[in-house]
C-alpha cells in the first residue's frame, strides 16, 4: 500500500495561519474578521478604546506598572494574540511610564501571548496599517513589530524590544498546550530566586460562543497553575463558563462596567484564602522579582559567554567576563559562522533546537545590526541566505514544502543554478534558506563589549569556591609564571568554558572533544568569478566573504579581499589546535566529492592556505549543557555547544538568564530538562 501525502491535519502541531476576510463597521472602518471562529479581532465600535479599557485598566496595570521596583520584571499572559492589538495598547503605555517614572528605567516587562491561527505578515501588514493610521502614537512601534514578526512555525518565538526593557513571547500553537510548556520550577536545586509567575491576564479568546477551546477548564488550570496570590485577569466575557472556570480555579471574580455599550465584563484576583492548584505548592510572595545581587562572573567568552553576558546585562546586572586568553580566543574565532539550520520535518520543529535557535539567533543578529550601525561597527550577520544541496540531510523536499516558504524551501533547479552559479551541479533536490546569513563573530564581540554593564577580564581561572552568600574565583592574570593571583567575588557565576567547563567543577559532564579546522584561501580573480555565489552545504560547507576592519587581529585574513572558506574537519578526541595541511585536503576533497565541477577551480596546492583550528564540545546526546549543577546555588553552566554556537548560545543564553532570575523562558520545560546538567544521559562517563 503507498503512504498517502502528507497533509497539515495530519499533525496537531503544524500551524495553520488565520484566514482573514473584512467588514466595515458602523463607522465606515474596516474591520478584519477570523474566518477560523466567524469572530470580530477587536471590537467594532473602537478596538483599541476596548483593549485599554477592559484588559489595561481592568488589571490596574497603569499603577502597577507605574510602582515597579528597580530591576522587577512584570509578567502579562495573553490567550489569543490576534492583530497584536493589546500588545500594543500596552507596549505604548508602558513607553509612556518609562518616560516619566525614573524607577522604572531598569523595570522589565514580559508580554507571553498564545495564538493558534497566527495572521500572515502580509494580512497583519494591512491590519495593522489601518492602526498605524487611525492611532497614530502607535505608528512607530507597529513597524518595528513587523519588521522581526516571526516565521509562522509551532513553538515560542522570543522577540527584543530591549530599547523598552520589552521581551515579548509569542507560543504559536495550542495555547493549553503552549501553557502547559511554560516551566514554573525548573531548577534541579533550591536556590534564593523566585519561581516565574503571571501578574495579570488577558483572557481575550473570542466569546465562548464562538470558540469553547479557550475557555475550557484545562486552560483555567493552567491559570491557576502559572498564576499566584495577587494574579489578576480581565475578559470583556460574563459568560457563566469563565465565571465558574475563573471560580474553581482560584480566582475572585468581579462584575465591573463593560466597555461602550456593553452592560458588564469580568475582573479577577487570586486572593489569600483560595486553594492551590493540585499540581504546585503556592507560596505566597509575588511573582515578580528583584534583584537582591547584581554581579554576576561569566567564564569563558566564547559565543557561549558573550551572549550569556549581554543577556544577564540586558536585565541590570553587571558582568565581569573572564576570559584566560581574551575575547573570541577559542573555537567561536572563526572569522565567519554560517548560520543555517540543519532541518527536521516540521511535526516535530517546536522541540527541535537547531531550528527554533536558528530562528531566534538570524532575528538577534539582524537587530543587533541595527545597533552595530548606530555605534560605527561592522554589521554581525551578512544576509546571504544558503542553499543545502541535501547530500547529508534528513529532511527530503516533500517534508521542505511543508515549512512556510520564509524559512525554508525548494528552489526550481534553474533558479538554485543562478544563484549559487554552478552550472553542471543536478539541483533538483535542494533546501534554500532565506534567513541564513554568515555571522561575524569580532563584530558581535564589539556590540556585546560595548554594553555599559559589561567588562572584560583576562584571568586564568583556577578556583571556584561557592560560599553561603558569595562566589570567589581565583585564577592568575595571564599565564606566564610570573602571574599576578587575583581572586574575584561576586553573586553567581556562570561557567561558559566548553571542554575546560569539566575542569573548573568536576560536576559538569567531561564532554566529547572534537578538534575541527576551518580553512579559506584568497581566490585569484578567474577563479573567483567561477566560486559558488553563496553559501553551499553538502556535509561540509564553503562560502565567499569579505573581512572587514579589524578582522585580521583575529585571524590571517587578508582585509577587504574576498577569501573562500570550506570546512570544517572534524577529528575526535583531538585537543590539539595547529594548522594542519592534511585537513585542508580533507575539506577540499569533501568539497570536490560533492561539486566535482568545482575541481578545476579549486586549487591543488593548498600550501598556502591559511585556517583556524578550534575544539567543540559535545555531549553525548548532542544537546547542550543549560542550568545549575546539582547541589549549587551559585554556578551556573552553559557548555557544549557542539559546532552550533552561533544558533545555540543566544536562545540558551535567554533561556538560562530567566531561570536565574526568575521569569518565564522561551524554551518548554521538556526542552530545559534535555538541556539540563543533570539529566540522566550525562550521568555515565564518555568511554571513547
Ligand atoms: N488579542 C487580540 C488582538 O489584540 O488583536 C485579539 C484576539 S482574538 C479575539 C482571539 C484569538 O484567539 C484569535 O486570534 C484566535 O485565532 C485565537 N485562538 C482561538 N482559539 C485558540 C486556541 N485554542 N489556542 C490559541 N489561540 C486561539
Not at 42 to 62: C, K, M, P, T, W
Not at 79 to 91: H, K
Amino acid at each position: 500500500m503507498s503512504t498517502p501525502p502528507f497533509s497539515h491535519s495530519d499533525y496537531a502541531n503544524v500551524i495553520t495561519p488565520a484566514n482573514i476576510t473584512w467588514q466595515t463597521d458602523d463607522s465606515g472602518n474596516r474591520v478584519p474578521i477570523s474566518g477560523e471562529f466567524g469572530d470580530v479581532y477587536f471590537s467594532h465600535a473602537d478596538g483599541l478604546a476596548e483593549s485599554r479599557y477592559v484588559f489595561i485598566e481592568g488589571n490596574q496595570l497603569a499603577e502597577r506598572l507605574a510602582n515597579l521596583r528597580a530591576n522587577q520584571c512584570f509578567t502579562i499572559a495573553e490567550l489569543g494574540f490576534g492583530t497584536g492589538l493589546n500588545l500594543l495598547a500596552v507596549w505604548q503605555l508602558w513607553q509612556q511610564l518609562r518616560s516619566t517614572h525614573t524607577n522604572l528605567a531598569t523595570a522589565r516587562l514580559q508580554f507571553i501571548t498564545t495564538e493558534k491561527h497566527p495572521i500572515l505578515l502580509e494580512d497583519l501588514r494591512q491590519i495593522l496599517g489601518l492602526w498605524s493610521v487611525r492611532a497614530p502614537e502607535l505608528a512607530q512601534n507597529i513597524e518595528r513589530f513587523l519588521s522581526i514578526y516571526p516565521s509562522l512555525i509551532e513553538g515560542c518565538h522570543r522577540l527584543h524590544f530591549e530599547e523598552d526593557n520589552l521581551t515579548v513571547d509569542i507560543w504559536l500553537g495550542e495555547a493549553q498546550t503552549s501553557l502547559a510548556k511554560l516551566a514554573t520550577d525548573i531548577r534541579d536545586t533550591e536556590t534564593d530566586s523566585h519561581n516565574p509567575q503571571v501578574d495579570a491576564w488577558f483572557l481575550d479568546g473570542f466569546a465562548p460562543s464562538c470558540n469553547e477551546s479557550l475557555w475550557a477548564a484545562t486552560i483555567f488550570a493552567q491559570l491557576q497553575r502559572l498564576s499566584t496570590v495577587g494574579t489578576t485577569a480581565a475578559t470583556y466575557s460574563c459568560a457563566g463558563v469563565v465565571k465558574r472556570g475563573l471560580q474553581e480555579h482560584g480566582f475572585t471574580i468581579k462584575k465591573v462596567k463593560g466597555f461602550g455599550r456593553k452592560r458588564e465584563m469580568l475582573t479577577a484576583r487570586v486572593s489569600e484564602d483560595l486553594p492551590a492548584s493540585p499540581t504546585q505548592d503556592k507560596t505566597s510572595q509575588n511573582s515578580t522579582f528583584s534583584l537582591d545581587n547584581n554581579h554576576y562572573l561569566v567564564i569563558g567568552a566564547g559565543v557561549a559567554g558573550l551572549m550569556m553576558a549581554w543577556s544577564l546585562a540586558n536585565r541590570g546586572i553587571e558582568v565581569t567576563l573572564l576570559d584566560k586568553v581574551a575575547p573570541l580566543a577559542g573555537a567561536s574565532g572563526n572569522p565567519r559562522a554560517l548560520l543555517a539550520p540543519k532541518m527536521t520535518p516540521l511535526h516535530h520543529v517546536d522541540e527541535h533546537l537547531h531550528t527554533i535557535g536558528y530562528l531566534y539567533s538570524s532575528r538577534l543578529y539582524h537587530q543587533l545590526n541595527e545597533q552595530a550601525k548606530k555605534q560605527g561597527f561592522t554589521p554581525i550577520i551578512e544576509p546571504t541566505a544558503a542553499l543545502d544541496l541535501l547530500l547529508k540531510a534528513n529532511i527530503d523536499s516533500r517534508q521542505i514544502a511543508d515549512y512556510p516558504d520564509d524559512l525554508a524551501t525548494t528552489l526550481p533547479a534553474s533558479e538554485a543554478k543562478v544563484l549559487s552559479g554552478l552550472t553542471a551541479q543536478d539541483l533538483t533536490e535542494n533546501l534554500y534558506l532565506p534567513q541564513s546569513g554568515l555571522v561575524n563573530p569580532q563584530a558581535l564581540k564589539d556590540v556585546i563589549l560595548s554594553h555599559p554593564l559589561i567588562s572584560f577580564q583576562t584571568l586564568a581561572v583556577t578556583k571556584i569556591d561557592e560560599q553561603k552568600d558569595y562566589i570567589s574565583v581565583s585564577g592568575h592574570d595571564n599565564k606566564e609564571q610570573s602571574a599576578n593571583k587575583i581572586t574575584l567575588q561576586a553573586d553567581n557565576v556562570v561557567i561558559c568554558a566548553a571542554f575546560e567547563s569539566h575542569y573548573l567543577d568536576e560536576r559538569i559532564f567531561d564532554c566529547r572533544k572534537i578538534r575541527g579546522q576551518l580553512s579559506w584561501f584568497t581566490p585569484t580573480p578567474k577563479q573567483l568569478a567561477s566560486l559558488p555565489k553563496l553559501p553551499l552545504k553538502y556535509g561540509g560547507y564553503c562560502s565567499l566573504f569579505t573581512p572587514k576592519a579589524g578582522d585580521s587581529t583575529l585571524n590571517p585574513v587578508l582585509e577587504h579581499q574576498p577569501q573562500f572558506l570550506l570546512g570544517a574537519s572534524f577529528v575526535r578526541n583531538d585537543i590539539d589546535t595547529s594548522i594542519r595541511i592534511d585537513e585542508h585536503e580533507v575539506s577540499r576533497d569533501k568539497l570536490i566529492k560533492a561539486i566535482p565541477e568545482l575541481e578545476p577551480i579549486i586549487p591543488s596546492d593548498t600550501q598556502s592556505w591559511q585556517a583556524r583550528a578550534g575544539v567543540r564540545t559535545q555531549t553525548p546526546d548532542y544537546h547542550p549543557i543549560v542550568g545549575q549543577p546539582a547541589g549549587s546555588k551559585r554556578i551556573w553552566v552553559m557548555s557544549a555547544m557542539g559546532a552550533k554556537g552561533y544558533a545555540f548560545a543566544p536562545l540558551c543564553a535567554q533561556a538560562l538568564a530567566d531561570i536565574m532570575l526568575g521569569a518565564f523562558a522561551p524554551l518548554s520545560s521538556e526542552m530545559l530538562s534535555k538541556l539540563s546538567p543533570n539529566r540522566a544521559r550525562l550521568q555515565t562517563p564518555l568511554t571513547s
